[in-house]
């Protein structure tokens, strides 16, 4: 019972970090873009 549960809990929450990874590094990227746009373009 255990395992079904284990195996259920697994992909759920592959996919919430998944998407809240992208999130958090979209929100990173619009904020470097915001700011440091004038000189270190070097990414």
Known sequence: ???IIAA???PIG???GTSFLIS???RLVARLRKTGN???NSL
């Open 1 to 3: 019972m255990k395992m």
């Open 38 to 40: 004038s000189d270190d």
């Open 14 to 16: 592959l996919v919430l």
């Open 8 to 10: 259920a809990l697994l």
């Open 24 to 26: 958090l590094v979209s």
